[in-house]
Every structure is written in C-alpha cells, then in structure tokens.
C-alpha cells in the first residue's frame, strides 16, 4: 500500500460522529493511509474545527445530537466548497437528491467498508483537484475578457463570482454561479441540459438532468423567475436583455 501515501499526504479530514468508537476507528484506519484526521462530536465542534483550519473533505453523520448532519451540510456548502460525504446509519438510504440538494458530494450507509469509504475519499479529493484545476483555467481566460456581465438590473462579476441586485449581494453556490454564467454568455439561446452540465464543474459523480433541473429551480428562487423559460422537451432559455 505503499503507494497510497503519494497525494493524500497533506489532505486533511474532519470526522464528525457522536460515536467516539466510529470515530476512533476511522481516525485510526485514515492516519494509516496517510490523511490528517481531525474530530468533532457535534455541530458545535465541527465549527469550531473547521474555522481553525484548511479542512479539505468532512465526513458527516446525518443522525447528530441537536443541529443534524443535513443541515450542517447545507450549511457548510453555503460557506465552503468543502468536500461532503455525508453517513447515513439508517436502514433506508435518504434520497440521494436530498443530500445533493444540502450540498453533499457522495453518500455512504453504516455500517460501511472502511476500503469502499477510502476510495470514495480518494474519488471525492481527486475530483475536487480537478475542479480546482479547471476553474484556474477559466479564470486565466477571463482576465482576457471584461468580466462584468448586466442584465435586467442584475450584475455579474464573473472573477470575483458575486452577483448584485440592487446594491444587495445574492449568495449563489458555485453550481448556480456556473450555471447563470453560462446561461448570461448565451442570452437569447436555448441551452439543453446536457450542455448544462457540462457548463457545471460538478464533483458529483452523478449529475444528471434532475440535479440541472434542482439547481435552475433555486436560480429562479433567488433571482426573477421570468428569467429562467423552460422549453419542452429542448431545455432552458435565458431570456434576459444582456447589455454589453
């Protein structure tokens, strides 16, 4: 095994579990592949970890005392582009969409294989360089290129991802920045989902035309709905006046 010790050396992992046994384990059988391995117990903990130091993936219980794991993931993902497995115990997998909702990358349910929980780690890091990689690239080619976009009353900066309306921040997660990037770069034009998604540097393994459709439904929550047509059987249009 010597060979898993190359890239995962400075990648540092936050267990949040209230069973000190499950974390003692995977502290354990984690350290040995070459991972820094931090604990929390609780919400409050993980916090207090997380705003300490670089965490580059948590693994999250669902079932927490007090603030549960799915909301400390939507959370986390509305802070950070943090690295999301979360752990179900129950016997029924939660719908996978609702984790993907909360921001979650991957899913595993106990009791799990500690070598299928590895490569998931190992799948979820290396996608996440990946992203990383990609995204320096766009950024490169922006510079290029005036990087504010106008529409309808909204502003977006495209290097510093913010968008504005009426002088008022709007928070997007990185999915719906991209997406709304995509969809200001083509005004005027149907984008079908498959385009879509490859417009998103999504670390999940499946995304598919549903987490498309999820992630347009809250573009429109939090900017004018108008904005966002559905056509049938085609995909969406951007239907904004895109001012140069």
């Known amino acids: 095994m010597a060979h898993s010790m190359t890239h995962s050396l400075t990648s540092t992992v936050l267990v949040v579990d209230d069973e000190a046994v499950i974390r003692a384990r995977l502290k354990g059988y984690f350290e040995k592949e070459g991972y820094r391995v ?3 117990e609780d919400g409050e903990q993980m916090w207090h970890q997380f ?3 670089h965490i580059d993936l948590v693994m999250l219980d669902i079932n927490l005392p007090g603030v549960d794991g799915l909301s400390l993931a939507r959370e986390l993902r509305s ?3 943090v690295g999301i497995i979360l752990v179900t115990g129950r016997d029924e997998a939660i719908d996978k969409i609702i984790g993907l909702e909360m921001g979650a990358d991957d899913y595993v349910t106990k009791p799990f294989e500690l070598r299928e929980l590895l490569v998931r780690v190992k799948n979820l890091l290396w996608r996440i360089s990946l992203v990383k990689k990609a995204e320096k690239a766009i950024v490169e080619q922006m510079d290029e290129k005036d ?3 106008k529409f309808e009353g909204y502003i977006l900066e495209l290097n510093s991802r913010k968008l504005i309306h009426n002088d008022e921040h709007i928070k997007l997660t990185k999915a719906e ?3 709304l990037a995509a969809f200001a770069l083509h005004p005027q034009q149907v984008l079908t989902r498959e385009r879509l998604m490859q417009q998103t540097s999504h670390r999940n393994q499946d995304v598919n035309d549903r987490t498309i459709d999820v992630i347009i439904r809250r573009l429109r929550n939090k900017l004018t709905p108008e904005l966002f047509a559905t056509i049938h059987g085609e995909g969406y249009l951007f239907s904004a006046k895109v001012e140069d």
């Open 38 to 40: 931090i604990e929390a």
């Open 79 to 81: 802070r950070s582009d």
């Open 147 to 149: 990087d504010v976009i």
């Open 51 to 53: 705003d300490k130091q």
């Open 177 to 179: 920045f991209e997406l």
